[in-house]
């Protein structure tokens, strides 16, 4: 037992150990990944456990260089073209940002499906992901590869700078920021309210003039911006998207590697998105504190409220499998694996309970 025990601990010592000093010169593959986000983002906490765990768990035959900003490029068209190329080995993308090559990504944008955290991080380990996988690889050609989808910002929530909301009649007339693609603009319009494109950058500015009345984005965002300061007051957690990540590979690159390198990449993607699932929850709660105690009105809706919201939006269901290519495949999928994942916590909450 004391020898299977100091094995043990041998090895995580040396998974701990920084790799230069005792994989030097091993390098057979280099992995370029970049995100256009900051250090104190659920992106950057994903790729810090990526890169120490795949460059550990290949003995140094891979290293992992990241990029953080705009340092290899600036918007998701670009990235994803430099992925397609194989000039950037790894990128992650919001739906909006893949929405132009991947139209069908813009599922995962669709409001209410997901209940909690539970369900959509069960949907999103699963095949779900997989069917999302293979649309990818068809309609890039085989050369974009989706490796997992992780979370970005916890969930998505109406907050506005005029009144408390509590019903979708709330919103009726509110000008609430969305980015430019279709789906988000559908759900405002749903709702009763107006869309109104804005880029991010533009947004804080866009509140204090009155240029745009709300957003929707999850907490962690709206306090790292310090939109209260440009009035967002009000905040309804009704919850309506989850806000997931996606995360891009070149198919070429992936697929050069041997298959026991190949192995060590996904169980790093795995890793990563462990790690996005969690960092969003950690940091949401002194974000919600904050929120408060500066004075902003936070409110959750009831079950019944809830269900009010879901009730409006389901008009962009019907929009979405009109409108996009392979909207009605991936949206199958998806609601077949939220049936799947509530039937299992079901169960588990039966045995657990009792």
Not at 135 to 161: Q, V
Not at 311 to 322: G, H, I, K, T
């Amino acid at each position: 037992m004391l020898k299977t025990f100091t094995r043990v601990a041998a090895t995580a010592a040396l998974l701990a150990t920084p790799l230069a000093t005792w994989a030097a010169g091993h390098t057979e593959y280099t992995i370029r990944a970049t995100a256009n986000s900051n250090e104190n983002d659920e992106d950057y906490d994903g790729l810090v456990v990526f890169k120490n765990y795949v460059e550990a768990a290949s003995n140094g035959r891979i290293a992992v260089e990241l990029f953080i900003g705009t340092q290899l490029c600036a918007t998701g068209a670009e990235c994803l073209e430099g992925v397609a190329e194989g000039s950037i080995d790894v990128y992650i993308s919001t739906s909006g940002g893949a929405a132009g090559i991947f139209p069908y990504v813009q599922v995962l944008d669709l409001p209410y499906l997901m209940a909690n955290d539970r369900v959509a991080e069960a949907v999103l380990t699963g095949d779900f992901t997989r069917t999302m996988r293979d649309m990818a690889l068809e309609t890039s050609d085989n050369t974009i590869r989706l490796m997992t989808i992780g979370n970005t910002g916890g969930w998505r929530n109406f907050a506005n700078t005029q009144r408390r909301v509590t019903q979708p009649s709330d919103l009726d007339g509110l000008k609430i920021r969305t980015v430019v693609a279709d789906l988000p603009q559908e759900l405002v319009r749903a709702m009763g309210a107006s869309p109104t494109p804005i880029p991010w950058p533009e947004l804080f500015t866009s509140l204090q003039t009155g240029v745009v009345e709300g957003s929707k984005n999850g907490i962690t965002d709206i306090m790292g911006m310090r939109f209260p300061d440009a009035g967002l007051q009000y905040l309804t957690l009704d919850g309506h998207a989850y806000m997931g990540a996606l995360w891009w590979m070149s198919n070429a690159s992936f697929m050069a590697m041997p298959t026991d390198l190949r192995r060590v990449v996904v169980d790093g993607f795995s890793q990563l998105q462990q790690a996005t699932f969690a960092s969003p929850k950690r940091k949401s709660i002194e974000a919600y504190e904050a929120f408060v105690a500066g004075g902003g009105d936070l409110y959750v809706p009831s079950p019944d409220e809830k269900a009010a919201f879901a009730a409006a939006s389901l008009p962009v269901q019907d929009w979405f499998r009109a409108n996009v290519d392979g909207g009605d495949q991936i949206l199958d999928a998806l609601v077949t694996a939220v049936a799947k994942a509530e039937a299992d916590l079901d169960a588990a909450y039966e045995s657990d309970l009792n």
